[in-house]
């Protein structure tokens, strides 16, 4: 059984480029965002996270932008590999409750 | 690390029957654990939130009676999905956390197919 919902948009990049995922959220309330990578068949995985008193943070490869005005967040993956495809999830956790966002998914071409 | 593992990772059943599905944290006590469900190509969906000890708090629009979830011990939450049906068949994911500082350890999921 599938529902009827929105599927994920896709996004494609060749092996070397730098990769950009975008976000909205609409919970104005959120403080708390993070980004999971999840894998055909498993659980997502933690990449990085950010909280609302910061705009950017980095990580080894990975960058969290985040606009509160326009309610916004990004994830930028910088020298995308062929290990890098996935689908790309945003997740908010107002009050402690995990929600995720309409993900996107990434197909590196080598 | 944080550890959740997630129990059966597929199953089949028939169509009438339940199924249980468990999800254990390994390594540290889960205050809290999130149930989601997951169609094909599309985002995890949340269905409830259960804090040990106490009644599950479900998502609008999420059965209770068909979605029991317990939540006995700071270790060990099950989902049983009651008298199933094909439009049941997805994949139902876990996550457990102390708290939102210690952050959110998922498990591997579980292929529900319901024949």
């Known amino acids: 059984g599938e529902s009827v919902g929105l599927h994920l948009p896709t996004l494609s990049v060749q092996e070397g480029d730098n990769s950009i995922i975008n976000c909205a959220y609409s919970?104005?309330?959120?403080?708390?965002f993070i980004w999971y990578k999840q894998e055909s068949g498993k659980g997502p995985q933690f990449i990085i996270d950010i909280r609302s008193n910061m705009d950017k943070r980095q990580g080894q490869r990975v960058t969290v932008l985040l606009n509160k005005t326009v309610k916004h967040l990004s994830l930028q993956i910088a020298a995308t590999q062929p290990g890098d495809s996935a689908v790309y999830f945003c997740a908010e956790a107002p009050g402690g409750k995990l929600t995720f966002g309409q993900g996107t998914i990434l197909t590196v071409h080598p | 690390g944080a550890v959740v593992s997630q129990h059966p990772s597929r199953v089949i059943c028939k169509s009438g029957t339940s199924v249980k599905i468990e999800c254990r944290s390994l390594d540290f006590q889960a205050t809290t654990m999130f149930w989601y469900r997951q169609f094909p190509k599309q985002s995890l969906m949340l269905m409830a939130t259960s804090n040990e000890g106490s009644k599950a708090t479900y998502e609008q629009g999420v059965e209770k009676d068909k979605f029991l979830i317990n939540h006995a011990s700071l270790t060990l939450s099950t989902l049983t999905v009651t008298s199933a049906h094909p439009e049941d068949s997805s994949f139902y994911i876990c996550?457990?956390?102390?708290?939102?500082?210690?952050?959110?350890?998922f498990g591997s999921g579980t292929r529900l197919t319901v024949v």
């Open positions: 919970n104005s309330a959120s403080d708390y």
């Open positions: 996550s457990a956390t102390l708290d939102r500082d210690y952050g959110y350890t």
